[in-house]
């Protein structure tokens, strides 16, 4: 008899903790050891020097990554969205619902810029998930059109990540 409600006791518990976990991979819950802000620096490839320093929200659950930037009307020189990812794959990202043209900066897992597209808002009428832009990337960086070139920020930079 007490043997079997230790096992049901035990059971009770692995699926709640797998419920739990399910709950935090979908991104239906933020976590709360999630970093919601970080400070990113852009250094030159060649010669170490700052680009730019972007203060960033972290979008880092499937939920978060989804909305992005959607929900803003704007973005100022020198704010963006870090998009994370637990592995560097080939990510592909959507204009869905966007208000405003972005520079979507990929990023390797060893921290080197892979490439930048310059992306434009859907025209009205437009569905923005048909504008598609794709790189290879474990970090996804947002900034506002046009800040990248304005900074000199190309391929081959480096990026420093400091989570508040």
Known sequence: ?????????????????LIGLLVLQLGIVTPPWAESEADVRVLDGDTGDELAAIDVEVADTQAERYTG????????????????????????????????DIDIIFIGADGEITSIEHARAPEPGE???????TGQA????????????????EAGDEVDIDYK
């Open 1 to 17: 008899m007490a043997l079997e409600r230790v096992w049901s006791v035990l059971v009770a518990v692995l699926a709640i903790s």
């Open 69 to 100: 930037l959607s929900d803003h009307e704007s973005l100022a020189d020198g704010e963006g969205m870090l998009f994370v990812h637990s592995s560097e794959d080939e990510r592909t990202y959507v204009m869905r619902e966007m208000d405003f």
């Open 127 to 133: 569905d923005g998930n048909d504008l598609q832009y």
């Open 138 to 153: 474990k970090w996804v960086l947002e900034v506002p059109r046009g800040y990248a070139t304005e900074t000199g920020i």
